[in-house]
């Protein structure tokens, strides 16, 4: 590059330099304007780029007459050398276009032979690319989830833009009819089969980007048997213990006691309390109050208001219910009057316990309740114990007519003598259940107590205390060995809680279906999931044994019936128990809308799961 700088002389000018011309001539000669100073500049007075552009720079020059102009100039006048001083920022060719390779300030620099010129600061920046809108988000929600057929819902769409962007809102339902442009909308299901209605919530943001949401809404049955909930069923099932008993394993090997409650999946016991009930019963309550089990306290007939008042005082995590006294035959009359009277004050003038459930006491035998008579202004709750000896619990009358109570020895007849005390309540069943060793074999005895339970809440009964936890002493009526090992009972109930386990909810449905072939002696209850879902628990109502002679079994032969419903169903899940109390299933689906199911003697449980709706 040449670095000199190239001042062009007219030959007038040369030659008068070494004195060859005239003085006459030299004085008519002009001479040429000689650059003084330069500066450079961006194309358009640009001082700013990019990553990855480029700029033109030109070099402008100040003349030693005061002219200005731009180089190349007619004289020939021209920049020889071009640079920046960062190449990590800007390169520059050899016609002065600069290319940003990277953020920062750079400076321009160039030469006219060996003129500076004034260098020219830049500022180079990332690329900003146009900003894009993010996508919108939206959440979709049904209040409430479930419909009957012809109702209405609620359709509520939260949609959320990062950038604060305006939102227009639509719907759209599988089935039924759904309005609304702004942030709710109304899915009307008139005329809509039961089902399930798939609901679309979606959000168009202005300036781009899109979000949608589905929520399922059930469409419940208006017609059809009615079903129980799930949480009906598994908060129905309580457990008789004696925690108070000191020098059992109730108090010796208390923390497995506790376990296994926790695991049977109980929510209930039954438990009595006594003016002189340990401080560990207390202690050993509340434990079980934390692990989320409630106590039902049978109340000692000799005991004051401070002994009733001591049973939330000392375990207020688990008190929830209160009972009159245990089989009190032998003081039937004024003294339980009294006392349930004591009881009934006590409990309702203390602001912890006023809305806490009263049970009527219990009695042994007919003549007791009828002369005790109507305690319904005292209880909340009838109270009967329903033991069946060797018979099955669905089991027809073996006896005459009582106190106006027909059908001795079916839970029918139990039902309505509790209902002589307590006149139009309903019905808690404190004591039932089968023993050990004595004549029916374990597994009988498992199967027995499992449909206990589901007959119980079919027949209306709230809650069904089995007698008893576990074997101790003399005492062969529990779940358990005294060594803690699971009785096929226990498996059973546990297995069965904890399918059925679920929340509590309001609104169960109706499920129009029939069953035919083998029907005779079929029992079932229809219970209903918070997801939708029905679970029908079907067996045969039958003896499994000779009452008279409970070692001789029968052979129960299993029986076919067929489920029909026009109910769109998904899916359907069978659960078979075996004489262990364990559990397999099965998934299939309806076969034109019908299910073939073998019935046993043994609980059966049926899944189905709702499909869409149409």
């Known amino acids: 590059m040449n670095r000199l700088l190239t001042i062009l002389l007219s030959p007038a000018l040369a030659f008068s330099s070494f004195g060859y011309l005239s003085s006459n001539v030299a004085k008519a000669a002009t001479t040429a304007p000689t650059i003084v ?70 400076s321009i620099w160039a030469k006219i032979g060996t003129l500076k010129v004034s260098p020219r600061s830049v500022t180079v920046s990332k690329v900003v690319m146009p900003a894009v809108a993010q996508q919108p988000t939206i959440s ?47 899915l009307e299901t008139s005329g809509v089969s039961a089902g399930i209605i798939t609901v679309t919530c979606a959000v168009d943001q202005e300036g781009g980007g899109t979000a949608s949401a589905t929520n399922n809404v059930l469409v419940q049955s208006v017609t ?50 006594s003016q002189f009930a340990p401080p560990v019963q207390y202690e050993n309550a509340e434990m079980l109050g934390k692990a989320g089990l409630k106590a039902d306290w049978i109340m000692d007939i000799n005991g004051s208001a401070e002994v009733i008042n001591s049973a939330y005082t000392n375990a207020p995590d688990v008190t929830a219910a209160f009972e009159g006294p245990n089989e009190i035959d032998a003081d039937v009359g004024p003294q339980v009057l009294n006392f349930m009277q004591l009881l009934h004050d006590t409990v309702r003038s203390t602001p912890a316990t006023a809305t806490m459930p009263i049970i009527a006491p219990s009695f042994k035998t007919g003549s007791s309740f009828a002369t005790q008579g109507d305690l319904s202004s005292l209880i909340n709750f009838g109270n009967m114990h329903d033991y069946f000896g060797n018979r099955n619990p669905e089991t027809g009358p073996y006896g005459g007519t009582y106190y106006n109570c027909v059908g001795y020895g079916t839970m029918q007849f139990a039902i309505c003598w509790a209902q002589l005390v307590g006149v139009n309540e309903p019905v808690i069943s404190t004591e039932t259940g089968y023993e050990s060793g004595v004549g029916l074999s374990d597994a009988i005895i498992g199967r027995y107590e499992l449909r206990t339970l589901f007959e119980s809440l079919n027949l209306g009964i709230s809650r069904t205390y089995l007698y008893s936890l576990i074997d101790y002493d003399t005492d062969h009526y ?77 052979n129960v032969a299993p029986q076919s019936v067929i489920l029909s419903t026009d109910t769109p169903i998904a899916a359907t899940t069978t659960y078979v128990l075996d004489d262990g109390g364990n559990v397999t299933s099965t998934s299939t689906g309806l076969t034109n809308g019908s299910l073939s199911i073998s019935v046993t003697d043994r609980v059966t449980l049926v899944a189905l799961s709702p499909g869409q709706s149409h």
């Open 478 to 554: 529990g779940l358990l060995t005294d060594s803690f090992s699971p009785k096929p009972a226990y498996t059973a109930i546990q297995n069965v809680l904890s399918l059925l386990n679920d929340v509590n909810f309001g609104q169960p449905g109706k499920l129009n279906y029939t069953l035919t072939g083998q029907t005779q002696n079929v029992d079932q209850l229809l219970l209903q999931k918070s997801n939708g879902s029905f679970y029908l628990a079907i067996w045969l109502g039958v003896q499994g044994a000779d009452p008279d002679n409970p070692l001789t079994t029968y």
């Open 224 to 273: 059809g048997e009615q079903a129980a909930t799930n949480y009906q069923f598994t908060d129905s099932v309580g457990v008789n213990v004696h925690l108070g008993y000191s020098g059992t394993v109730y108090t010796t090997q208390f923390p497995q006691i506790m376990n296994a409650m926790i695991d049977l999946g109980v929510k209930h016991y039954r438990d009595g309390l």
């Open 140 to 186: 979709c929600s049904a209040n409430p989830s479930m419909v009957n057929q012809g109702g209405a819902t609620t359709i509520t769409a939260t949609g959320n833009s990062a950038q604060s962007l305006p939102l227009t809102y639509s719907y759209s339902a599988s089935a039924g009819s759904i309005s609304g442009t702004n942030a709710t909308a109304t």
């Open 37 to 106: 100073s330069a500066y450079l500049a961006g194309q358009g007075g640009a001082k700013t780029m990019v990553v990855g552009g480029t700029l033109q720079f030109t070099a402008h020059a100040r003349y030693s007459d005061g002219a200005l102009g731009q180089l190349p100039d007619g004289q020939g006048n021209r920049i020889t050398w071009w640079d920046t001083s960062n190449h990590a920022v800007a390169m520059i060719s050899n016609g002065g276009n600069v290319t940003a390779v990277g953020a920062g300030m750079v």
